[in-house]
């Protein structure tokens, strides 16, 4: 090669090597953008719930399947197994940030003040109310006189049937006994003769049909006519977390709200995700017991606000609330639209 060409071949290089440094800019910055998604850091937040409610299966797919960090949060899952009083407590200080729990276990303690905030429904059915065959009760009438057994006296369950009783116009205090049994022993104590019927919640209840013979009939749900839309158990988040960080806890709501709404026509999938928190419980009992449960039911905004003053109404009524209690102050006061 002579040395006439040399400057071409140096030129026709530089211009090479120009041209691919142009084409590899847009891809670098492009590169760079998305190198700076990925290492966006993740808002950390703390999750209280109960892994033996199967109701709650949507709050670990909602970690295991992406959700959460779709939505930029990092969740950490807080097994809770302590006194509700205790719970709510967690979230007012910032022990814990966000928890899903009964509203029906939940009014009460926040009358007293903590500093705790509603901000969506998630679903409801998780109450029933049962009798046992063979002591003839067949409907709500047939309670008049009867005893109910119950988990405890401040559970849920007996909450709900009172006020579902005086709506059958059965005065809850007078016309019936309620008897408190450890959960496992009520199904033994109604084969006994020492309650005729039960109110509490699953699987307790669906584990008690299997193991005592005899018979059961359902008497009511929680979604029970005029319950039918209302939710039962609710995402509670710390006030502090509310005023400080809104968008982190829209994140988390948009997240449990998400996986609610997958559980619907991935209920298979969501049973064996949940199946290794579930003690004694197959998946196909996880799919039985899902039938009874409005995952669609999830209220946000003023329908959620409405649903927390209704209950507040019930459980006035009820002699559970203080008399002086305003029920849609209440409600405005415990509930936060995030979204």
């Known amino acids: 090669m002579s040395d006439a060409n040399v400057p071409n071949l140096k030129r026709r ?22 190198f700076a998604q990925a290492a966006a850091p993740k808002t950390k937040l ?10 709650l299966t949507p709050v670990p797919v909602a970690k295991e399947t992406g959700i959460f960090e779709k939505n930029g949060l990092d969740v950490e899952l807080i097994n809770y197994s302590g006194s509700t009083d205790q719970l709510l407590e967690a979230l007012s200080t910032g022990k814990s940030d966000a928890a899903i729990g009964m509203i029906h276990r939940w009014l009460k303690p926040l009358e007293g003040g903590f500093n705790v905030k509603i901000v969506a429904g998630t679903h409801g059915g998780c109450l029933r109310l049962i009798a046992y065959k063979p002591t003839g009760i067949t ?51 109604a084969q006994k003769g020492e309650i005729h019927a039960i109110a509490y919640g699953e699987p307790t209840l669906y584990r008690i049909e299997r193991d005592i013979k005899g018979g059961w009939v359902t008497l009511a749900y929680n ?9 039962c158990c609710v995402i509670g988040v710390g006030g502090d977390l509310v005023k400080k960080n809104r968008p982190a806890v829209a994140a988390l709501t948009r997240s449990l709200l998400e996986s609610y709404d997958w559980i619907q026509t991935h209920q298979r999938e969501g049973a064996e995700i949940f199946q290794k928190y579930a003690s004694g419980l197959t998946a196909d009992d996880l799919l039985t017991l899902y039938k009874q449960l409005t995952f669609h039911a999830h209220p946000i905004k003023q329908s959620l606000r409405d649903q927390i003053a209704f209950f ?11 008399p002086s209690t305003d029920p849609k102050k209440f409600a405005d006061h415990i509930f936060a639209d995030v979204l």
Do not use: M, N
Request: neutral net charge.
């Open 46 to 55: 703390t999750f209280a719930w109960s892994q033996v409610s199967f109701c």
């Open 13 to 34: 290089s530089l211009l090479a090597a120009a041209g691919s440094a142009a084409l590899a800019a847009p891809l670098l910055g492009l590169g760079g953008r998305a």
């Open 312 to 322: 507040a109404q019930d459980f006035k009524d009820l002699g559970v609330l203080k």
């Open 139 to 189: 409907k709500i009438e047939d309670l008049r006189g009867k005893i109910i057994g119950v988990p405890d006296l401040a559970q849920p369950a007996k909450h709900f049937f009172a006020v579902y009783l005086k709506r059958h116009g059965i005065d809850p205090d007078r016309d019936v006994t309620w008897r408190a049994y450890q959960g496992d022993l009520l199904g033994l104590a």
């Open 223 to 231: 979604t029970s006519a005029p319950y039918e839309d209302k939710t």
